[in-house]
């Protein structure tokens, strides 16, 4: 049963964050996990209000995915999903395929801006087929595997003097978050500038 709108409590709680990293390797011991970390420690400076962290580390398989993907938004009542890894083109990358079968609206934007950042750096950005969603009150995201790729998606291109040439996909995360009930993200804007309208 779809428990999570029910379990929401009001704006100013903690948000529930899922990180989800995916990887063959990775969840067989081969090499440690790099994605977890990653996550925690960019939303560990860009996160000023309060928020708990939900971890899971799990092989590219399609099934596995899409299921701990609902028990995350449904069960552990996570406002956000962020995953990463499984978004390339071989065959068995399988996020988005997962992400989007388990999803109630597609948030296009968020693979285009994605792809976009990433072109600056290579030209095979346009093999990645990252995605958005939302899941009944939740967000849940795909992100690129390496760190650096992953904060360069969050934070957005700077230039030479530090400002936001670029904007990153985060900027549009706490406002998307609100407007589908979900709680009030406030963020540190020497590392990312969220997006409200002033109204």
Do not use: H
Not at 122 to 144: D, E, H, K, W
């Amino acid at each position: 049963m779809f428990q999570n709108s029910a379990m929401k409590t009001p704006s100013d709680r903690p948000a529930r964050i899922g990180l989800v990293s995916i990887s063959d390797r990775a969840s067989q011991g081969v090499y440690e996990d790099e994605g977890i970390p990653a996550l925690k420690d960019w939303l560990g400076q860009a996160l000023t209000s309060p928020w708990i962290a939900i971890e899971r580390l799990i092989p590219d398989e399609q099934a596995l995915i899409s299921e701990l993907l609902t028990k995350l938004v449904d069960e552990e009542a996570c406002d956000l999903v962020l995953t990463t890894g499984g978004t390339g083109p071989t065959q068995r990358d399988v996020t988005p395929e997962a992400t989007l079968a388990v999803a109630d609206k597609e948030l296009p934007g968020f693979g285009e801006q994605m792809r976009q950042i990433s072109l600056a750096f290579v030209p095979t950005a346009i093999l990645s087929r990252q995605v958005g969603v939302i899941r009944g009150s939740a967000m849940i995201i795909n992100l690129p595997g390496r760190p650096r790729s992953i904060q360069q998606t969050l934070e957005g291109l700077r230039a030479e003097d530090g400002t936001i040439r670029v904007p990153g996909i985060f900027a549009a995360v706490p406002y998307g978050l609100e407007l589908i009930g979900g709680p009030s993200l406030q963020v540190n804007e020497a590392v990312c500038k969220a997006f409200r309208p002033k109204n």
